[in-house]
């Protein structure tokens, strides 16, 4: 993937360039036999509790805090045979939706290595 692809996506570079973590006042429950995750702030009064279920859970499952969404979205790609155009798109909507839900956090690299 090239260097622009992030703005090319409506994005900043900043965000594709980021590393995100969970929020640490959350809860999350996994269903083992269909992989799905509910997950709800605890924090958040608003909050309704979001299932993510298929692709959601597996980017949800990627998003640990060690690796920018960047490097993220070219394993995906690789994994799973697809266009990392198409599927950074995907990804970096995604998590601005669950930044905006206060579901996500967006760490600093250096934060990240540590």
């Given at each position: 993937?090239?260097?622009?692809?992030g703005e090319?996506?409506?994005?900043?570079?900043?965000?594709?360039?980021?590393?995100?973590?969970?929020?640490?006042?959350?809860a999350?429950?996994?269903?083992?036999?269909?992989?799905?995750?509910?997950?709800?702030?605890?924090?958040?009064?608003?909050?309704?509790?979001?299932?993510l279920?298929?692709?959601?859970?597996?980017?949800?499952?990627?998003?640990?805090?060690?690796?920018?969404?960047?490097?993220?979205?070219?394993e995906l790609?690789d994994?799973y045979?697809?266009?990392e155009?198409?599927?950074?798109?995907?990804?970096?909507?995604?998590?601005?939706?669950?930044?905006?839900?206060?579901?996500?956090?967006?760490?600093?690299?250096?934060?990240?290595?540590d």
């Amino acid at each position: 993937m090239d260097q622009g692809t992030g703005e090319r996506l409506g994005v900043s570079g900043e965000l594709f360039d980021a590393v995100v973590a969970t929020v640490e006042s959350l809860a999350l429950v996994r269903d083992d036999e269909s992989g799905d995750v509910t997950v709800l702030s605890l924090t958040d009064i608003d909050c309704k509790p979001l299932l993510l279920s298929g692709t959601a859970a597996v980017i949800w499952d990627e998003l640990g805090g060690q690796r920018s969404l960047r490097l993220i979205v070219r394993e995906l790609a690789d994994d799973y045979e697809l266009d990392e155009q198409v599927i950074g798109e995907q990804v970096l909507t995604f998590v601005a939706q669950l930044l905006d839900a206060r579901l996500l956090q967006q760490r600093n690299a250096q934060t990240a290595a540590d």
